[in-house]
């Protein structure tokens, strides 16, 4: 009976005791005297209604299977609550024994971890029962990008994998810091070299036109106060490539919603028409039709249409992770497909995943 309390009253704060026990069908004293014998649990307010007590702690653990995509990460943060939203100043993301992360959800779990960072609270980083996992991160240049406050167990590893071997693997780029103060022109050529040396060349036009299209659209659509970092990872026993591309910005959704009523008005009914989430449906302009910049400019603002043009041909997806949702676009034969989740915990920025399988059956180049 506790537990079936315990969960009514979190879901519903702030009710006094008559309502819960009416709502639950209940006895009002039987409610009244589970509410005060555990006062660790539940907290009482002026106005005599209860609520749950704050925990001190957020713990999230990552595992129940080998390999954790981005969705499988989404799915456990949703239960445990938004991070950043929440009024715990700790937070504990620990990796289970016998699972690892795919580098789009280690994309994700880097830019979330830092903005706890940035916001004041504790951030624990448990990889204890995942020690593999902790050098792969090493090897990956992770704690190269992550907050220095942040802790790691069971412990920071201090031996710079990434610099010792950095470019020793095209298979491989570490994570490279994106600051729009500080434009390298070269990363698009690197993840280009490396997905072309996985792939064949015949994706060479392809590939940088994606990646330099999406790593410059972090340039226009950042406006970070901290650098973001792109990567990438060929898995050599699925033939499947993913290349990430985040920052910790307005995003795409907050710098175009900011200029939209006045410089899109026609886009802006569209979308205040649409029954999709307003952020959902304005990607899906942006991928579809392009033209939409927050730069008043000739001809800007076709780069993310281009981009999803030349994955079609690949039969690859794009997943795009605005503030609490996620746009995926997905190619088949002739046919593109947009899937969303809304609701999500809340990341700052956009984080995106270019995700290829070279053996995808009907593949045409």
Known sequence: MLEKIRDFVRQNPGLKARTIASRLGLERPTINALLHAHKDTFQQDEASCWSLVAPVELSVEFGGKTWLAAKDVEKLLSKAGSPLDSPCQRVVFSLKKGSRMMLEALARLLALSNQLARAGKTVILDFDE???TLS?????????HLNDAIQVLPKRPKRGLSRQYRGNNDGLIEFRAIDPAHEESDIPKLLERSFVSCAGDSYTVAVMTILSELYSNVLEHSKASTPGFAGLQFYKATHHIQTVISDSGLGIVGTLEAVLEQRYPKVAQKIAASKDHAGVALLKEVFSSGQISQVEAEGRGLGLKRSREFAKKFR????????DFELQIHHSNDRVTFTHDINLVRVEGTHICFDFMLDAPGRSV
């Open 136 to 144: 792969y991160l090493d090897r990956l240049g992770f704690f190269d």
């Open 316 to 323: 690859a997806r794009i997943s795009v992770r605005q503030r």
């Open 130 to 132: 995942a020690r593999v």
